[in-house]
């Protein structure tokens, strides 16, 4: 562990910080959904809240609402409509507030 | 907080505000199991591997509450853990910080009822929420460096709006 130190010395590298470029391989770690407002119709919303395993989406008025804390990015709800819902590729989440993980989706689609 | 005019309580969360300064290169951390199912625990132990190294970050585990500036705090603080996790809490020296890991927590996973409290913001104070089911070490190690001060938070910016509406 010591030759490393040298070694990192001597050539200037600093390791003493947060990797400033991600590894390839996170980009397949499991990750919250993010929604095509245009795509989501309410019919199609309730259905989503239903089968959320972890209660983490909710329906207010036009708006889904999602609970970052909650979602354990099972990823139930892609299976579901695959082209209004992605995988979000943000899995560093961690936040200082609980009213920073919730997010509202404006419900857009179809069905007045 | 403070009182203006209190010369006391002014040094005093100057000398708190100091000390949080100083945490981001020395740190120590307990970990406590709240009825977690061990995913959480198998994450935060890899921290300690050698693609993480957490020791270069100068945050280090330590098994005392006594030695310990940050708690994490796994699972979905089951009823029975509670006077444990308040003694630990207690045990702490000020000032102290608390750090929620994974969906139980944060009340993802269960709800509360007679055997669990659900969310752990309801029992202590918590500083930094970790999401995710488990979050990854680099999630972890993230949040670590959020609670305290050396990364900013990314997630509160974030809309989880795709396609072609992203900029509304």
Redesign the interface.
Known sequence: MALWFFRGLGRQVVTTRYPSVLDPWTAALPTPPSFVPSRLTTELVHRLVESCPSGALRQEDRELVLDVGACTACGTCQRIAPDAITASGVFELAATSCAHLVKRVPIRGGDK | MTVPGHEEDRLAARLAGDIHGLFGRSLHIRTIDTGSCAVCESEIRLLLAPHY?LH???LFFTPAPRHADLLMVTGPVVRVMELPLAKTYAAMPEPKLVVAVG?CP????F?EDEIVRGRL?QVLP????????P??P??L???L???VG??A????A????????TS?
């Not at chain 2, 944060?106 to 996973?109: E, I, K, Q």
């Not at chain 2, 918590?126 to 089911?133: E, K, Q």
């Not at chain 2, 938070?153 to 509160?156: I, L, N, R, S, T």
């Open positions: 190294d270069r970050l100068g969906a944060l009340g993802g996973v709800d913001d918590v500083d930094v929420f970790i999401p995710g089911c979050p990854s680099l999630a190690l993230q949040g460096l959020v609670a050396r990364l938070e990314k997630v509160g974030l809309s989880f709006v795709a396609g072609e509406e509304k």
